[in-house]
């Protein structure tokens, strides 16, 4: 079991930065996938980034490429999503989640088995 809980959440204006944490515990030692998703007012959750359980291999959706940035500091069992360049369609509730590692780590929230509250992120233009 791995408990997952977000934070730094908040409300910034467009072109500015926000760094989401993501505090795991529980069964942290085993190898998890483990990404951020978010979820804004009547749409499907999608996948915003992706990190491997060595936190070397990660992924991005094509709109915060090169924008967002997603990391992990296995001393804290932190997962982070450093956010620049924010944009009003950023807006949403943003979750960790973590999934025991296969093959590949998947960038569908369909298949993440532990989830944090979420987190909200709201860029005002």
């Known amino acids: 079991q791995v408990q997952l809980v977000e934070s730094g959440g908040g409300s910034v204006q467009a072109g500015g930065s926000l760094r989401l944490s993501c505090a795991a515990s529980?069964?942290?030692?085993?190898?998890?996938?483990m990404g951020w998703f978010r979820q804004a007012p009547g749409n499907e959750r999608e996948g915003v980034a992706t990190?491997?359980?060595?936190?070397?291999?990660?992924t991005y959706a094509d709109s915060v490429k090169g924008r967002f940035t997603i990391f992990r500091n296995f001393a804290t069992d932190t997962l982070y999503l450093q956010m620049n360049s924010l944009k009003p369609e950023d807006t949403a509730m943003y979750y960790c989640a973590a999934d025991p590692a296969g093959d590949l780590c998947s960038d569908s929230a369909n298949e993440y088995k532990y989830w944090g509250q979420g987190t909200q992120v709201t860029v005002s233009s």
């Open positions: 529980g069964n942290t030692g085993s190898p998890y996938c």
């Open positions: 990190i491997s359980p060595g936190g070397l291999s990660t």
